[in-house]
């Protein structure tokens, strides 16, 4: 991974070339130019499109971080945060406080990078760290919303969670398993009203959720338009209005 990182008070302050680290395989190039446009409680980044340009084969995205921006001695902070993930040149951050300066990097990422991130994300939380743990949940969202941007950013998990973790998530696989099992004869039997509700930008099929329809005698299934794998999230309006109709009929 490679990047430009920008100092931001109001407006571009300065820019420099941050090497630090590539990741595995062949880096893309690192974006040429960066420059924002200060809005009011927010920043718009914008950089130029070379990576994707050089080799479309190799790009897989672009990452956004922030970080603290010492003003006096002209020093980004250490503690890098990621903001979230585009493909496009262009990125808005938002939820910022007026006055308060920041440093902003944009790293090009490879799909080799994106492939190696998705094999550490298979591994129990207990063994990542924060910086990884962030990187999972962004990849998380990109492949569960419509809207990533509208992910739960809070990862509030106490000591007992983080203990049982590895036994919770086996139970869980045997739960899914037996019922795997067990889904074809069970489904017609369900005698009491049943909604399903699907976003069209699930990764999981819609098919899963017609065939539950169709095996589940009397369901109602309704479709949530931009929404992925969590319409209450994404579409609470539209959501709250599905299950008011379905428990008034």
């Keep these: 991974m490679r990047g430009w990182w920008l ?12 090497n630090n680290g590539t990741g595995p395989g062949t880096p893309p190039e690192s974006p040429n130019t960066l420059s924002s446009v200060g809005l009011d409680g927010a920043v718009a980044l914008t950089w130029s499109d070379n990576p994707f340009q050089a080799d479309p084969g190799l790009f897989q995205n672009y990452r956004v971080y922030t970080t603290s921006y010492d003003l006096d001695n002209d020093l980004c902070g250490t503690d890098w945060q990621l903001e979230g993930t585009t493909v496009a040149p262009e990125f808005v951050v938002g939820a910022l406080e007026n006055g308060v300066s920041r440093c902003f990097s944009v790293t090009a990422f490879s799909a080799d990078e994106q492939q190696e991130l998705t094999t550490k994300c298979t591994r129990p939380g207990t063994e990542l760290s924060p910086k990884v743990l962030d990187e999972c949940d962004q990849l998380d969202a990109q492949l569960r919303f419509y809207d990533p941007a509208k992910a739960p950013v809070d990862r509030v998990l106490d000591e007992n969670t983080l203990k049982n973790a590895d036994t919770v998530n086996s139970l869980m696989r045997i739960s899914f398993n037996k019922m795997q099992h067990d889904i074809e004869t069970q489904l017609p039997t369900i005698r009491v009203p049943t909604l399903i509700i699907h976003g069209d930008f699930d990764p999981i099929p819609l098919k899963s959720s017609e065939y539950l ?24 309006e539209q959501f709250v209005e599905a299950l008011r109709n379905f428990l008034g009929n």
């Design 7 to 18: 100092p931001l008070l109001a407006a571009l302050v300065a820019c420099g070339d941050d």
């Design 213 to 236: 329809h169709e095996q589940i005698p009397e369901s109602k299934i309704v479709v949530f338009t931009e929404a992925g794998h969590f319409p209450f999230i994404e579409q609470p």
